[in-house]
Structure formats: structure tokens, C-alpha cells
T-cell receptor, first 112, second 114 residues
Framework: GDSVTQMEGPVTLSEEAFLTINCTYTATGYPSLFWYVQYPGEGLQLLLKATKADDKGSNKGFEATYRKETTSFHLEKGSVQVSDSAVYFCALGDTNAGKSTFGDGTTLTVKP | GAVVSQHPSRVICKSGTSVKIECRSLDFQATTMFWYRQFPKQSLMLMATSNEGSKATYEQGVEKDKFLINHASLTLSTLTVTSAHPEDSSFYIC??????????FGSGTRLTVV
């Protein structure tokens, strides 16, 4: 079945540091790929997405590129802020069935 | 577009009682909704797929008699946790998929059973 493997956390960075959170996936067919962010006590918010190979999703300074050859969708940001502290989930969406498969989440803490 | 409204956001109930969680699609029709459960510091696990006008499809290991799902209209799906126990305390999130906007999630319900 489909699966998502996400870099283990927690990750602690200083403000303005470079962020990479690795994500690889296993899927049949051609899923869409997503990054979600969850702030403490809140639900999920879509951060960015990519629907086909070589697509780059971007939002709020975050980027991720859908790499079919390496089955990866790594999240990057050039300069993190304290407000980026949250849990980040990589996910794939089954286009046909409509359900999502999530990675285990990576907790990011950014210190001033 | 494609907003899913989930209520309540937090609920505390006594052990043995039932709790209903609602998810409404505000600006689109959701023929299918998905219910997820998230334990503290863990990922989201799919519990069931809710289909309008038919029985829900439950994932392996999820008790259908305990987690009752009703999807009576194209804009409303409900999850009822029956005879709740402390081990049912969790964060429950619904989701829907639309052709235009992709996947959208509700804001989640934090259930605490005391």
C-alpha cells in the first residue's frame, strides 16, 4: 500500500537558518504530494502541494519539488522564523480513492 | 473555496457517554468525506471513508459500532463516538476532496474523555 516516510524530529534551528525536512514516498499510480503544517492545538493547514512529477509547490517561503525518480518531496526554506515553529506533515493523496496517507510528522522549533 | 467546518473544536465528556462531531462542507458538495484520528505526537490515521447515502467504509481495526458515521446529505457528515472511554481521547479530523481545490481539512476536534 501507499506509505510516506518522513525525517524524524524534533528539529531545532536558530532563526534565519536553512530548513530541510526530508520526505520519501511509496505509491502505486501517480499521487499528488502535500505538505501540511499543524500549529499547537489546531487542525491541519495546507502549506503547499504538487500534483505531478517535477512540479514545485511553494508558499510562505517554503518549497518542495515532486521528484518521481527519487520518490521524494523534501521541504525547504531558506530562512526560518520563530513563527514557523510547528509540526510539519508530508502526505500523499490517492487521486482515485481520495484518501490521504500521512508521514509521522516532524516537529520544528525555531529559536530566536 | 472548499471550506470544511468542523464542530465542536473541543469537547470533554464523561466515560460511557456518546459524543457527536460534525463536518460540514460550506461551499461545495462532498460526496465523500474522510475521518482521521491523531494521537498525541503521532500522525493522522485514516479511520473511515464516509459516502453520502451509503454505509461508511472502515479501515482495519476500527470498530464500526463504536465510531458511527452518518453522511445523510452532500454537505454534512457526522462521527459519533459511542460509549466513550478515556482511550478514545484523541484529535479527530475530517477531510474532503474536491475536483477544483483538492483536499481540504476541518480544523479538528479535541476529544477528552474523563
Amino acid at each position: 500500500g501507499d506509505s510516506v516516510t518522513q525525517m524524524e524530529g524534533p528539529v531545532t534551528l536558530s532563526e534565519e537558518a536553512f530548513l530541510t525536512i526530508n520526505c520519501t514516498y511509496t505509491a502505486t499510480g501517480y499521487p499528488s504530494l502535500f505538505w501540511y503544517v499543524q500549529y499547537p492545538g489546531e487542525g491541519l493547514q495546507l502549506l503547499l502541494k504538487a500534483t505531478k512529477a517535477d512540479d514545485k509547490g511553494s508558499n510562505k517561503g517554503f518549497e518542495a519539488t515532486y521528484r518521481k525518480e527519487t520518490t521524494s518531496f523534501h521541504l525547504e526554506k531558506g530562512s526560518v522564523q520563530v513563527s514557523d515553529s510547528a509540526v510539519y506533515f508530508c502526505a500523499l493523496g490517492d487521486t482515485n480513492a481520495g484518501k490521504s496517507t500521512f508521514g509521522d510528522g516532524t516537529t520544528l522549533t525555531v529559536k530566536p | 473555496g472548499a471550506v470544511v467546518s468542523q464542530h465542536p473544536s473541543r469537547v470533554i465528556c464523561k466515560s460511557g457517554t456518546s459524543v457527536k462531531i460534525e463536518c460540514r462542507s460550506l461551499d461545495f458538495q462532498a460526496t465523500t468525506m474522510f475521518w482521521y484520528r491523531q494521537f498525541p505526537k503521532q500522525s493522522l490515521m485514516l479511520m473511515a471513508t464516509s459516502n453520502e447515502g451509503s454505509k461508511a467504509t472502515y479501515e482495519q481495526g476500527v470498530e464500526k459500532d463504536k465510531f458511527l458515521i452518518n453522511h445523510a446529505s452532500l454537505t454534512l457528515s457526522t462521527l459519533t463516538v459511542t460509549s466513550a472511554h478515556p482511550e478514545d481521547s484523541s484529535f479527530y479530523i475530517c477531510s474532503a476532496r474536491t475536483e477544483s481545490y483538492g483536499y481540504t481539512f476541518g480544523s479538528g476536534t479535541r476529544l477528552t474523555v474523563v
